[in-house]
């Protein structure tokens, strides 16, 4: 199988600041790679498909990038509503396997 | 729009059966492949099965083999999961998820297995 290390658990910012939460692949996944937002009670949100593509109504703020194995969904002028919880995904083979998440509160 | 609806939730004891259901609708239901992916009280997201557009293959996480099936009626765009043998690390709540991107998912169905 393959895992996804996700970092960091948790996360603290200011309004306004940059954010960056990565994920680390066990193996090449390429492209495969999906970001989720979730907020408590709710089912969780696309921002980012194929590792850079925004997903339909996710603001510009939002941007995802790789580097090898190394993935990474910034957050370029944090708002109060991106608070919640982050996960990553790798779509490249069965099992199909979240990372960790990463729980992003204002600071 | 895109809406999926999960249905069939509860709680049950140990051992028993449940059948979850999601209904489909604001797309082509026939055209995609579908999923269960479930989350587990304060814990993160964790796929648990797929079914190909048509019905015709399906994936299970190991955990689950054996004791789940998914399953598909396309002229009822309808999604389904029978579960049986469950056991207290089956406790979650349980989401359908479009299995594209898992770009649109359901508000989740809440599963409790208890005594």
């Known amino acids: 199988d393959i895992q996804m290390t996700q970092s960091p658990a948790s996360l603290s910012a200011s309004l306004e600041e940059i954010v960056t939460i990565t994920c680390q692949a066990s193996?090449?996944?390429?492209?495969?790679l999906a970001w989720y937002q979730q907020k408590p009670g709710k089912s969780p949100q696309l921002l980012i498909h194929?590792?850079?593509s925004l997903a339909d109504g996710i603001p510009s703020r939002f941007s995802g990038s790789r580097s090898g194995t190394q993935y990474s969904l910034k957050i370029s002028r944090l708002q109060v509503e991106d608070t919640g919880i982050y996960y990553c995904l790798q779509r490249y083979s069965n099992p199909r396997t979240f990372g960790g998440g990463t729980k992003l509160e204002l600071k | 729009e895109v809406q999926l609806v999960e249905s069939g939730g509860g709680l049950v004891q140990p051992g028993r059966s449940m059948k979850l259901s999601c209904a489909a609708s604001?797309?082509?239901?026939?055209?995609?492949?579908m999923a269960w992916v479930r989350q587990a009280p304060t814990k993160g997201l964790e796929w648990v099965a797929t079914i190909s557009y048509d019905g015709s293959s399906t994936y299970y996480r190991d955990s689950v083999k054996g004791r789940f099936t998914i399953s598909r009626d396309n002229a009822k765009s309808t999604l389904y999961l029978q579960m049986n043998s469950l056991r207290s690390e089956d406790t979650a709540t349980y989401y359908c998820?479009?299995?594209?991107?898992?770009?649109?998912w359901g508000q989740g169905v809440m599963v409790t297995v208890s005594s």
């Open positions: 604001g797309f082509t239901f026939s055209n995609y492949g």
């Open positions: 998820t479009r299995y594209n991107n898992f770009d649109y």
């Open positions: 194929s590792a850079t």
């Open positions: 193996q090449d996944i390429g492209n495969w």
